[in-house]
């Protein structure tokens, strides 16, 4: 008898060049990120058209960024696992489905409290998609350019945050706040039967979960066109015992995970204190709805470029000491923002080197954490340190309120902001100073 020859589908990936199959997967993942970050920072956009139509005031309006950022929170905790269990491709297109809807549902709200529920379930869907669009993304990637191409495909992500910017400073004073909650929602539910006809599964995934040898091998096909995959067994990581969330923990990978969640956790309280009321801040300092909205399009704008560089620089360097100089960085131009609002061009400058260094940053820490969970944890471990820092997202969202409300002046309410900043870089340089062995992962029993 012949015997089977066996390969690990990650040892076909690194052989062969990045094909036209891979790029599609990436694309259609881009677009899914993209769109979820047009969605969330919709509501940063129409914070001030809400304030004009309905008289709130920005401690009510609070809640309304909170409860978006905590709905994101629940369905990266919930879903991650989901995706570990059913398999990444189920997860994406239903939680793009279930966005889609929410958001279109949130352009009829008649009141404040009405926005506020619906957000929160818009958030639960877009806090699933992403996750899972990164752990896809990350397991159709060669090892020598994971970085670089995680980074990329996130990159919709400010993209998709800076186009709702650009979309809100014509479309709500045409159409009104509405008109952006629609087209919101429009975009992912037409999405949805191109990601369910064209999006393969992960085919790492697949092989963790013994599925047929047949299967894999025609998702694999397209990569290794010049490899005759017929009668290969394929492996991937040995599936663990008992739940994901223990595989954090087990290995040497505690120390890691923890500075990993405290650096999710800094980055988006920083991240989103500044998405959520720069539209607003612009606007009390003198500045048009139209122009506002531009101004603080710039930050995502800043990320995008600064996302592309340090992705392609965590690549050939330390990515830890990437991470690190690129959030002290971030720190910086947040503090400038404080005396920068006297000067346009000043203050649009510090918009981008903010965004540069913090949503660029934030973009990069995923791609890491993508690479430092084994395969049967992975998605599990990008939602969970997503979920943690959505954690960090809705006290910045919510804390923004309170320091203006303290009636301190500008410079030393963007002081405060920096410090998430500082602490995000501590963060990536302990970890990078940390040497931990791969996990040990127990296998599971035989059945």
Same mark, same amino acid.
């Given at each position: 008898m012949t015997a089977t020859r066996m390969t690990d589908v990650q040892d076909v990936i690194d052989a062969n060049p990045l094909s036209a199959f891979q790029k599609r997967?990436?694309? @259609?993942?881009? !677009?899914?990120?993209?769109?979820?970050?047009?969605?969330? /920072? +919709?509501? #940063?956009?129409? $914070?001030?058209?809400?304030?004009?139509?309905?008289?709130?005031?920005?401690?009510?309006?609070a809640p309304l960024f909170g409860a978006g950022l905590f709905g994101l929170m629940v369905g990266a905790f919930v879903f991650g696992p989901l995706a570990d269990r059913w398999g990444r491709k189920?997860?994406?297109?239903?939680?793009?489905?279930?966005?889609?809807?929410?958001?279109?549902?949130?352009?009829?709200?008649?009141?404040?409290?009405?926005l506020t529920v619906l957000r929160f379930v818009t958030g639960i869907g877009l806090g699933g998609a992403m996750p899972a669009a990164i752990t896809l993304t990350s397991e159709f990637c060669p090892a020598r350019k994971r970085s670089s @191409?995680?980074? !990329?495909?996130?990159?919709?992500?400010?993209?998709?945050? /800076? +186009?709702? #910017?650009?979309? $809100?400073?014509?479309?709500?004073?045409?159409?009104?706040?509405?008109?952006?909650?629609?087209?919101?929602?429009?975009?992912?539910?037409?999405?949805?039967?191109?990601l369910a006809a064209v999006l393969p599964e992960s085919p790492r995934y697949l092989a963790l979960r013994q599925a047929p040898a047949a299967r894999i091998a025609a998702i694999m096909q397209p990569i290794a066109p010049a490899t005759d995959l017929s009668g290969l067994r394929f492996s991937s990581a040995v599936r663990p015992r008992g739940l994901p969330i223990a595989q954090f923990f087990r290995g040497g990978l505690a120390t890691g995970t923890l500075l990993i969640w405290t650096t999710f956790f800094m980055s988006l309280l920083v991240f989103y204190l500044l998405?959520?009321?720069?539209?607003?801040?612009?606007?009390?300092? #003198?500045?048009?709805?139209?122009?506002?909205?531009?101004?603080?399009?710039?930050?995502?704008t800043?990320?995008?470029?600064?996302?592309?560089?340090?992705?392609?620089?965590?690549d050939r360097f330390n990515p830890h000491r990437v991470l690190g100089f690129a959030y002290l960085l971030a720190g910086a131009f947040v503090m400038l923002l404080g005396s920068a609002t006297a000067l346009p061009w000043l203050l649009v400058f510090a918009i981008f080197g903010a965004g540069f260094g913090v949503a660029g940053a934030q973009v990069g820490v995923n791609a890491l954490a993508a690479a430092y969970y084994p395969t049967a944890?992975?998605?599990?471990?990008?939602?969970?340190?997503?979920?943690?820092?959505?954690?960090?997202?809705?006290?910045?969202s919510m804390v923004g309120g309170f320091l203006l409300s303290? #009636?301190?002046?500008?410079?030393?309410?963007?002081?405060?902001?920096?410090?998430?900043?500082?602490?995000?870089?501590?963060?990536?340089f302990a970890k990078g100073v940390t040497r931990q062995p791969m996990p040990a992962i127990v296998p599971v029993a035989a059945e």
């Open positions: 997967v990436i694309a @259609l993942c881009f !677009l899914v990120v993209a769109i979820d970050g047009f969605d969330t /920072a +919709a509501i #940063g956009f129409i $914070a001030p058209a809400l304030r004009a139509q309905w008289g709130v005031t920005p401690a009510q309006l189920p997860v994406l297109v239903a939680t793009t489905v279930f966005f889609g809807l929410a958001t279109l549902a949130s352009a009829f709200a008649t009141s404040v409290e009405m @191409l995680v980074t !990329l495909m996130f990159c919709g992500f400010t993209i998709g945050s /800076a +186009a709702a #910017g650009l979309a $809100a400073s014509h479309i709500v004073g045409a159409f009104g706040w509405q008109g952006l909650l629609v087209l919101g929602g429009v975009l992912p539910l037409v999405l949805v039967p191109v998405s959520s009321w720069l539209p607003l801040l612009i606007t009390t300092a #003198g500045f048009s709805l139209a122009n506002a909205s531009l101004m603080a399009a710039t930050l995502a800043g990320g995008t470029i600064g996302a592309v560089l340090i992705g392609r620089l965590m944890a992975r998605a599990t471990g990008v939602s969970w340190a997503n979920a943690v820092g959505r954690i960090g997202s809705v006290l910045g303290l #009636g301190w002046d500008l410079a030393t309410v963007f002081t405060v902001a920096a410090l998430p900043a500082f602490l995000a870089a501590l963060a990536m």
